[in-house]
C-alpha cells in the first residue's frame, strides 16, 4: 500500500474516532443536564402523629430537586431532632418549619394548643347531639339546658359559637378512613372566658354539642327557648315588674313655733331654722 493511502486511512480514523467520541460524550452532558440537580432534606422516616416528638428513628435524609426550593425545610437532622410536630406526616415527607411546635411548648395536646388559648375537656352522654360525628378540627356551637332561680320552666340557650374541637376522646387526629366513634369527652379550644363559662355551663346545667360547617364562621344572635314557646310555640312572658312605693319626703319648716302660756294669756313665738 502506497504511503499516502495509509496516512489518508489513518487520518479518517481519527476523525471518525474523534466524531464518536464527540457525539458520545454530548450525549452524556445533555443526560446529565437533564437530571435535575439533588440536594438532601430532613424528611420522616416513617409516618409520625401530631404531638409526637421527632428523633433520629424517626427522621431521615432524602434527596430534593434543587430547581424545586423547599421553604421552611432543614438540611440536618440535629436541627429537628426533640422538636414536637404540630400536624401528622407521611412517610418520606420533608419536615418543614410550620409542621413544627415552638420549643420548649411541650408534647402531645400542648402543641396544639396556640398562645392565649385554652383547652378544655367537656364530659356529656355520648356527647349529646352530634354522637359519633365528632372528629378533632370539627367545629360545634355550645348550648345549655338549664333552670334558672325562682324559674317553674327550664331554659336552653346557645352559650357559644364557633368551638374548635381538638380531641374526640383520646384522639386528637380524625380517624383516615372516616370512622365516625362514639365518644364521652371531647376537648374545646377556647379563650379564658369562654372555658369559665364552659365550667358554669357543666355545673348549672347540660351541655350539648351543634354541628356545624368548620367554613361558616357567622355568629347569630339567639334567644334561649323555654318549655311553653316548646310545646304551643308562643313566646315566653317576660317575669313580672314588681313595683316599689318610694314614700315622698317632706320638705323640713323654715320657721320653728314656740307657745308660751301664762295664766290665760298665751304667746307664740317664731325661730328661723339655722342653716
Do not use: C
Not at 486511512?9 to 474516532?17: D, E, G, R, S, W
Not at 450525549?27 to 422516616?45: D, F, N
Not at 370512622?179 to 372555658?195: F, G, I, R
Amino acid at each position: 500500500m502506497e504511503p499516502k493511502r495509509i496516512v489518508l486511512a489513518v487520518a479518517l480514523a481519527l476523525v471518525f474516532a474523534g466524531g464518536a467520541t464527540y457525539l458520545v460524550w454530548r450525549g452524556l452532558s445533555m443526560q446529565r443536564a437533564a437530571q435535575p440537580q439533588t440536594q438532601k432534606v430532613v424528611a420522616a422516616s416513617k409516618p409520625v402523629d401530631a404531638g409526637a416528638v421527632l428523633s433520629p428513628e424517626n427522621l431521615v435524609l432524602v434527596d430534593w430537586p434543587v430547581n424545586l426550593p423547599i421553604t421552611g425545610g432543614f438540611t440536618k437532622i440535629e436541627e429537628v431532632s426533640g422538636r414536637a410536630l404540630i400536624y401528622p406526616v407521611a412517610d418520606k415527607q420533608p419536615i418543614l418549619t410550620n409542621y413544627l411546635a415552638v420549643a420548649g411548648s411541650g408534647i402531645g395536646l400542648t402543641v396544639k394548643i396556640p398562645e392565649g388559648m385554652r383547652a378544655t375537656s367537656v364530659k356529656s352522654n355520648e356527647v349529646s347531639g352530634v354522637a359519633g360525628f365528632l372528629y378533632p378540627g370539627s367545629h360545634v356551637d355550645v348550648l345549655v339546658s338549664y333552670r334558672p332561680p325562682d324559674s317553674p320552666s327550664q331554659l336552653t340557650q346557645t352559650v357559644l359559637q364557633d368551638v374548635e374541637v381538638l380531641t374526640a376522646g383520646q384522639h386528637i387526629e380524625p380517624d383516615p378512613q372516616g370512622k365516625p366513634e362514639t365518644v364521652s369527652v371531647v376537648t374545646l379550644l377556647l379563650t379564658p372566658q369562654d372555658a369559665e363559662k364552659i365550667a358554669l355551663a357543666g355545673q348549672e346545667g347540660t351541655i350539648h354539642f351543634v354541628l356545624r360547617n368548620g367554613a361558616d364562621k357567622t355568629k347569630v344572635t339567639t334567644v334561649p327557648v323555654a318549655m311553653p314557646e316548646l310545646i304551643t310555640g308562643q313566646k315566653t312572658p317576660p317575669p313580672p315588674v314588681r313595683m316599689v312605693r318610694v314614700a315622698k319626703k317632706e320638705k323640713p319648716p323654715d320657721f320653728y313655733e314656740v307657745e308660751t302660756i301664762t295664766g290665760d294669756k298665751h304667746d307664740v313665738a317664731k325661730f328661723k331654722v339655722p342653716e
